[in-house]
């Protein structure tokens, strides 16, 4: 947790695609597909951007625990630490990062187990790939939750949609829910953990459609503050709510138990689908 400017690894593929990754957090701030060259996620133009506090946008990495835990920070620490580099391979088509955290005396003091944490960004050219790992170094079991916290950009929050969830499970504010529409949108605040297991989603917004698919994660949080939450936030503008949209994979409600040696791994893949983007007529789909 340092104040200095941040370091942060380019990607590419040779046919245009793009993203950056920021040491600090191990977090993805910026992924442009060689089909557009549009950014496909939101980052914050106010974020913090000096390691002092945790950047609002991109894909933040939750861990140890998914939202609010006493004596830790929102969501861990894992976007709060320096990651380093443990691996990199590029081929014409394919570009593959890998960073790692691990125990310090820092981290061990607000969670006192040993760990190695991995997150490897695979960046295709319309598609990257974020897989997390979680490994227990420590001799003693532990549990923990988390996840991959995407935030994506969108044009008009109003003209944006969310496929794939009905009839799943969910929870806002401790009341369990039942999603009746096959299109979710968002005209209000939004802060829901779906219980979606493994699946295929499909954002649709005016510029285009991407297809979210998870793996290993047992929820899905689909969450947008809207006005009065983004009023709240120092680190986005007011109107930041009408032009993100955060379709999270993430463990929740249950933790993941670990024995010491055990590792876990979950994954949450982005396919740009070129052109498709469109506006789904509720009336006549
Ligand atoms: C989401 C939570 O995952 O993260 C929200 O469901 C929370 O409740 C949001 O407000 C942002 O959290 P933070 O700590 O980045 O402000």
Same mark, same amino acid.
């Not at 106010?46 to 390691?51: E, F, L, V, Y």
């Not at 120092?234 to 930041?240: C, F, P």
């Given at each position: 947790m340092s104040n200095k400017p941040l370091e942060c690894i380019e990607m590419h593929t040779s046919a245009g695609a793009s993203a950056t990754v920021s040491l600090f957090g191990g977090h993805l701030i910026s992924w442009k597909p060689q089909t557009d060259a549009q950014e496909q996620l939101y980052l914050s133009e106010?974020? =913090? $951007? #000096?390691?002092s506090k945790a950047i609002r946008g991109g894909v933040p990495v939750l861990f140890p625990h998914f939202g609010a835990q006493s004596n830790s920070p929102n969501h861990g620490f894992a976007r709060l630490s320096k990651w380093h580099q443990i691996s990199r391979t590029t081929t014409i088509h394919k570009d593959v990062l890998t960073l790692a955290l691990s125990a310090d005396e820092e981290t061990k003091q607000i969670w006192p187990f040993e760990f190695n944490l991995c997150l490897t960004v695979s960046l295709s050219d319309s598609n990257i790939h974020l897989e997390l790992s979680v490994e227990n170094t420590s001799e003693n079991t532990f549990s923990f939750s988390g996840g991959l916290h995407t935030y994506f950009s969108t044009s008009d929050i109003v003209k944006t949609q969310l496929l794939g969830l009905k009839n799943c499970q969910y929870i806002e504010q401790d009341q369990q829910h039942e999603e009746l529409q096959r299109i979710v949108e968002i005209r209000s605040e939004t802060d829901r953990v779906y219980l979606t297991g493994e699946r295929k989603l499909d954002l649709i917004s005016p510029e285009r459609r991407v297809v979210v698919e998870s793996s290993g994660f047992t929820e899905t949080v689909v969450w947008n503050p809207w006005s009065d939450g983004s009023e709240k936030m120092? #680190? $986005?503008? =007011? #109107?930041?709510y009408l032009t993100m949209l955060c379709v999270e994979a993430v463990i929740a409600t249950e933790k993941i138990c670990l024995h010491p040696k055990q590792v876990w791994s979950g994954s949450q893949s982005l396919k740009y689908e070129s052109g498709s983007g469109q506006f789904v007529d509720k009336e006549t789909s």
């Open positions: 106010i974020a =913090n $951007m #000096d390691g120092t #680190d $986005m503008k =007011n #109107d930041d």
